[in-house]
Every structure is written in C-alpha cells, then in structure tokens.
T-cell receptor, first 114, second 116 residues
Framework: GDSVTQMEGPVTLSEEAFLTINCTYT??????LFWYVQYPGEGLQLLLK?????DKGSNKGFEATYRKETTSFHLEKGSVQVSDSAVYFC?????????????FGKGTHLIIQP | NAGVMQNPRHLVRRRGQEARLRCSPM?????VYWYRQLPEEGLKFMVY????????ESGMPKERFSAEFPKEGPSILRIQQVVRGDSAAYFC??????????????FGPGTRLTVT
C-alpha cells in the first residue's frame, strides 16, 4: 500500500535558519503530494501541494518540489520565524491507486527559538 | 464562511461506553472524511462519505466503529463499547469533490477522545 516517511522530530532551529524537512513516499498510482501544518490545538491546514512530477509548490516562503525519480517531496524555507513553530505533515493522495483518503507521514514537530 | 466544525472538542468516556463524534462540513461541501491520530502517529484514514452513502470504509476497524452522513445534519462517527486503545484525536475533513477528482480537504479542529 501507499506510505509516507518523513524525518523524525523535534527539529529545533534558531530564527532565520534554513529549514529542510525530508519526505519520501511510495505509491501504486500517480499521487498528488501535500504538506500540511498543524498549530497547537488546531486542525490541519494545507500549506502547499504539487500534483505532478517536477511541480513546485510554494506558500508563505515554504517550497517543495515533486521529485518522481527520488520519490521525494522535501519541504524547505530559507529563513524560519518563531511563528513557523508547528507540526508539519507530508501527505499524498492516490485515488487512482484505490485509496480515497490522504496518506500521512507521522509528522515533524518544528521548534523555532528566538 | 465557517470552517469545518467538530464537537465536542474533548470527550471523556469510561470503558464500555459509547462515543459519538460530530462533524459539520463547510458550506457547499458534500464529501466528508474521518481520520484518527494516535499518540506519536500521523493521521490514518478511516472512512469517506458522501450524503447518505459510505464510499470507502477501508480504514475503519471491523467492529464497534460506524459512520454516517445523513441527508440533513452533521456526519457522525460512532464508537461502541470504547476501549483504552480508542483514545486518540479524531479529525474530520470536508471537500467539494472526491474519488478521482481531487479537491482540497479542509480539516476541523478535531475531537480528542480519552477513554478511562
């Protein structure tokens, strides 16, 4: 079945540092890929998405490129802020592979220190 | 436009009791998804419903769990005879499309179920 693997947390960085959160996937079909963010006590919010190979999703300074050759969708940001502290989930949608729901990684807790 | 609403936000049940979790999708959304998040785990898909139809329940435990999305009113996730292992956060998401047509899923704040 489909699966998503992302780096374990917590990841602790200083403000203005460069961020990378790794994400790799396995899928039977041709998935769309997503990054969701969850702030404390809230539901998940879609951060960015990419629906086909070589697409780059971007939002709020975050970027991720759909790499089919390495089955990866790593999240990056050039300069993080304290307000970026949250849990980040990599996910895929593969309805062509028979799955209607999203498949999520375990989440990476990001802590940004001032 | 109000977002996805879930209630209650926190629910405590003793072993053997029933838990009912409610989800009101965003206005105009007719597709509802339920996910469960166990401690230290990612979200796991449970069930996908449209109005009055269960489309995919491949992620639902075979016993004690059921879901519905009636023509009127919220979607309900029902857990009978709860056990400690059911303690988790349950998230609902809604979208305008489903199946092979992807549309963004909007998530509610979740219901945190604690079984004592």
């Amino acid at each position: 079945g489909d699966s998503v693997t992302q780096m374990e947390g917590p990841v602790t960085l200083s403000e203005e540092a460069f961020l990378t959160i790794n994400c790799t996937y396995t899928a039977t079909g041709y998935p769309s890929l997503f990054w969701y963010v969850q702030y404390p006590g809230e539901g998940l919010q879609l951060l960015l998405k990419a629906t086909k190979a070589d697409d780059k999703g971007s939002n709020k300074g975050f970027e991720a490129t759909y790499r089919k050759e390495t089955t990866s969708f790593h999240l990056e940001k050039g300069s993080v802020q304290v307000s970026d502290s949250a849990v980040y989930f990599c996910a895929l949608s593969d309805p062509g592979g028979g799955a209607d729901g999203l498949t999520f990684g375990k989440g990476t807790h990001l802590i940004i220190q001032p | 436009n109000a977002g996805v609403m879930q209630n209650p936000r926190h629910l405590v049940r003793r072993r053997g009791q029933e838990a009912r979790l409610r989800c009101s999708p965003m206005k105009g959304h007719s597709h509802v998804y339920w996910y469960r998040q166990l401690p230290e785990e990612g979200l796991k898909f449970m069930v996908y419903l449209q109005k009055e139809n269960i489309i995919d329940e491949s992620g639902m435990p075979k016993e004690r769990f059921s879901a519905e999305f009636p023509k009127e009113g919220p979607s309900i996730l029902r857990i009978q005879q709860v056990v400690r292992g059911d303690s988790a956060a349950y998230f609902c998401a809604s979208s305008t499309k489903g199946g092979t047509s992807w549309a963004e899923q909007y998530f509610g704040p979740g219901t945190r179920l604690t079984v004592t």
